[in-house]
């Protein structure tokens, strides 16, 4: 197989998927300005805000799927085996795990809050 290709289609692939981005991003604009909105005042809101609740659900997904990769590494010489399947499961299992506890720890604070 040609070496070449892999990075040929991901490089197609990706201008392909930012053409549609763009296109998306037009198609959503004029239908707002349809609307009557301004789509540049909602951009810029959307922008400018970092919500704490995405800072946790983020922080809490990368811890876990680092305890998973780290837990993984640690036990991978024990199972006389190869492949990486066994890290690819714990980073699933503990990056889950992660945003279970985020899900909770905001619903916590969303009844503080009432």
């Not at 991978?76 to 990056?95: C, K, N, R, W």
Request: glycine fraction near 10%; proline fraction near 4%; aromatic fraction near 6%.
């Amino acid at each position: 197989m040609n070496p070449l290709i892999i990075p040929l289609i991901a490089i197609i692939g990706g201008s392909i998927m930012i053409i549609f981005l763009r296109y998306f991003q037009n198609v959503e604009r004029m239908s707002m300005i349809e609307k009557g909105l301004n789509p540049f005042d909602n951009q810029s809101v959307r922008r400018s805000r970092i919500s704490p609740d995405n800072t946790l659900r983020s922080g809490l997904l990368l811890v876990g799927a680092g305890l998973g990769l780290l837990i993984g590494a640690l036990i991978e010489p024990y199972l006389h085996s190869d492949s990486d399947g066994i890290q690819v499961a714990l980073i699933m299992i503990f990056g889950g795990a992660g945003l279970l506890l985020s899900y909770s720890i905001q619903m916590k604070n969303d009844k503080k809050a009432q």
